[in-house]
């Protein structure tokens, strides 16, 4: 990877460590990886000296190896959008993004790493953020530790909707859901709404109801873990199949969540990506025809399949 930068005058006489957050945008972690692994180059010349001082006009180059350790494993892979900077799949139910343990073989990253592998290509794999095992949908990954840490130093960088089935029916067809989130201290990874949590904002929007379950479009205000899925099991109304949150019993096998639709900003071109992940067949089955081809807001298109 490479990073080319002239110093302005709002930077004249900084040190190279200085650089590093502003304008750089650099994460600590990677900066220690340049320094150590990498070359740093000023006006043509390797450096190893982080005190050392630059002028206005100096022409900073950082290079750098961006590639993953994860084992490569053949798995199919959904891509929805690629280009040098992100690649942008689409989840599959029953599959992690990180392994857990040093043995598993099966997860997102591992699917990527093999992806990557038979293109010959050495990028990093850096999601921008985890879904649930059992959640479907967008997963952005960055290909290098630079761009994942410029966009994610604020939760509101990525615009994320999700698509998700409640039982029942609520009062209010739209709100915004004010309750904090906290650890249950009586099961392993599992949350609960606590007056001691940290403050979680969901936006909700009823689209479609039935009389035992309905649909809605949710956009997150804030990132707690298990938020979806903890503030409305705290309404009365949790996500059909989730057995966290709710109990056995329904028509589907897993949370009926769907990370359906994002846009953001392109960091390096400033163009807005705009990109949807097509319903899954559980959901899908669920829904009905009839309502996937009278709402505007699923469109029916799938991703690239990577075999």
């Known amino acids: 990877m490479k990073i080319s930068y002239t110093v302005d005058a709002a930077h004249d006489g900084r040190e190279l460590r200085q650089l590093v957050r502003a304008p750089l945008g650099l994460s600590a972690k990677l900066w220690k990886h340049i320094k150590w692994n990498g070359t740093i180059l000023v006006n043509g010349k390797q450096h190893g000296d982080a005190r050392l001082r630059v002028r206005t006009g100096d022409e900073l180059t950082l290079l750098w190896q961006e590639a993953s350790p994860v084992v490569p494993v053949n ?34 990253v591992h699917a990527v790493a093999g ?13 921008l953020y985890r879904l649930d095992r059992g959640t479907t949908g967008i997963v952005i990954l960055a290909k290098s530790a630079r761009i994942q840490h410029a966009m994610t130093k604020h939760h509101g960088q990525i615009y994320r909707e999700y698509l998700a089935l409640v039982r029942g029916n609520l009062d209010r067809p739209s709100g915004c859901i004010d309750m904090p989130i906290g650890r249950d201290p009586s099961k392993a990874n599992h949350w609960q709404v606590r007056a001691d ?30 938020q979806i899925r903890v503030h409305f099991a705290a309404l009365g109304h949790p996500l059909l199949g989730d057995t966290a949150y709710g109990a056995p019993g329904d028509a589907i096998s897993r ?53």
Do not use: C
Not at 115 to 127: D, L, S, T
Not at 198 to 209: D, G, K, M, P, V
Not at 267 to 294: C, F, N, Q, Y
């Open 115 to 127: 992806y990557f592998e038979r293109r010959g290509e050495a990028a990093g794999i850096h999601p």
């Open 75 to 108: 798995l199919p892979l959904a891509i929805l959008y690629e280009d040098e900077t992100f690649l942008v799949v689409n989840k599959p139910a029953d599959m992690i993004v990180h392994p857990t343990h040093r043995a598993a073989r099966d997860t997102l």
């Open 197 to 226: 949590g940290r403050r979680a904002l969901t936006e909700y929007e009823t689209i479609a109801s039935w009389p035992s379950y309905s649909l809605l479009k949710i956009h997150l205000l804030t990132g707690r873990t298990h």
């Open 255 to 307: 949370q009926a969540l769907h990370a359906w639709r994002i846009h953001f900003h392109h960091p390096d071109t400033g163009k807005e990506i705009h990109i949807e992940a097509p319903l899954p067949e559980d959901m899908h089955h669920l829904i009905g025809s009839d309502i996937v081809s009278r709402e505007t807001f699923i469109e029916e298109r799938g991703g690239r399949i990577a075999k």
